[in-house]
């Protein structure tokens, strides 16, 4: 092949990504594109709080427990992170979502050579200065997101908490670095509260995530309790997956203890923060139970008000310590 032929393959290849990105782009809010010309830093701090606070209820008051220096930092992390999920599940063609991932990954390199033209990337490389935040955390969302688009199915549980490691733990990681709490020990208990919660999301929306052509439930699992892709989708919950669904459920509860000493270990305004997700992770599970474990015919859900008790149980853990979420208690009351 002479360096002509290389040259327009190379080229054509080019116009083939750049009309995937296009096509992605137009499925997503016109606010997502990357602009020609960076924002300043301020009116990319301003971009993320409008999306954080926009998007996630629960977020909007995790932040009023946070001191007010941090939150521009919490702001950046999470619009990286719902771009970057979006990216990745609202483009619905799959080649489209990796063209627009792969050209999301090539911003990050470009926001760590201090090249940053998105505001989120604007935002986090001022979060990465102060934080001394590594490339990684970041890196691996994408990978999941990535992974997302090709495999529908896994194996062993192993192989969900593989998936875990990347799609759930960077999150964990990123906020114990925006909070001077990153250390290899809290790191641990974190990724088992993350993990945690992703396997609760994800038996939360075993019928939302069938709608995708996706399946967490582990397959090794499926089989041991006589449950199979049909089961899932005639939406009828089976005496089989009920006692899948009960399985489930407990293990991502175990998970969930493995992690509640870190609320013990970290100062206590993130330490608030923690127990919040935590109760509102264990609060999904039992909602699955009060359900008696079918999550096919309708969504287990958290009202309002069980939200806001939850975070005035949270706030009242910084004030009194005896309040906060132990062990002993996390598969009793909220």
Same mark, same amino acid.
């Given at each position: 092949m002479n360096a002509a032929t290389r040259s327009q393959e190379n080229e054509a290849q080019q116009q083939s990504e750049h009309e995937l990105e296009e096509q992605g782009w137009a499925a997503l809010p016109a606010a997502y594109r990357i602009p020609e010309k960076a924002p300043t830093l301020a009116e990319a701090l301003a971009y993320c709080r409008r999306l954080a606070e926009s998007h996630y209820e629960n977020f909007h008051v995790a932040t009023w427990f946070l001191p007010k220096a941090l939150r521009p930092h919490f702001h950046a992390i999470y619009a990286y992170c719902r771009i970057s999920d979006d990216l990745g599940d609202e483009v619905p063609d799959s080649a489209q979502a990796m063209a627009l991932l792969n050209l999301w990954g090539g911003e990050l390199d470009a926001c760590y050579e201090g090249r940053a033209r998105h505001p989120v990337f604007v935002a986090l490389t001022a979060t990465i200065g102060a934080c001394a935040i590594p490339k990684e955390p970041f890196a691996d969302l994408l990978t999941a997101f990535r992974q997302d688009q090709t495999v529908k199915r896994y194996a062993t /549980?192993?192989?969900?908490?593989?998936? *875990? +490691?990347?799609?759930?733990?960077?999150?964990?990681?990123?906020?114990?670095? &925006? *909070?001077? #709490?990153? =250390? $290899?020990? =809290?790191?641990?208990?974190? $990724?088992?509260?993350?993990? %945690?919660?992703?396997? %609760? =999301?994800?038996?939360?929306?075993?019928?939302?995530?069938?709608?995708?052509?996706?399946?967490?439930?582990?397959? #090794?699992? /499926?089989?041991?309790? #006589?449950?199979? $892709?049909?089961?899932?989708?005639?939406?009828? %919950?089976?005496?089989? +997956?009920? %006692?899948? /669904?009960?399985?489930?459920?407990?293990?991502?509860?175990?998970?969930?203890?493995?992690? !509640?000493?870190?609320?013990?270990?970290?100062?206590?305004?993130? &330490?608030?923060?923690?127990?919040?997700?935590?109760?509102?992770?264990?609060?999904?599970?039992? @909602?699955?139970?009060?359900?008696?474990?079918?999550?096919?015919? @309708?969504?287990?859900?958290?009202?309002?008000?069980?939200? !806001? @008790? !939850? &975070? /005035?149980? &949270?706030?009242?853990?910084?004030a009194l310590p005896f309040l906060r979420l132990k062990m002993e208690s996390a598969g009793k009351a909220a």
């Open positions: /549980m192993h192989d969900v908490h593989g998936y *875990c +490691f990347n799609s759930a733990n960077p999150v964990g990681r990123l906020v114990l670095y &925006a *909070c001077g #709490e990153a =250390n $290899d020990e =809290n790191f641990l208990l974190s $990724d088992a509260t993350c993990t %945690a919660l992703q396997l %609760a =999301n994800f038996w939360q929306d075993v019928r939302v995530d069938f709608g995708k052509g996706r399946v967490y439930l582990p397959q #090794e699992d /499926m089989r041991r309790f #006589e449950v199979s $892709d049909e089961t899932i989708g005639r939406g009828v %919950a089976t005496p089989e +997956f009920r %006692a899948l /669904m009960r399985y489930e459920v407990e293990y991502a509860r175990s998970l969930f203890e493995v992690g !509640l000493p870190l609320i013990g270990k970290v100062n206590r305004d993130l &330490a608030i923060d923690l127990d919040l997700f935590s109760r509102g992770g264990l609060e999904i599970l039992r @909602a699955i139970e009060r359900r008696d474990y079918d999550v096919l015919s @309708a969504r287990p859900a958290i009202s309002r008000r069980t939200k !806001l @008790a !939850l &975070a /005035m149980r &949270a706030l009242g853990g910084k």
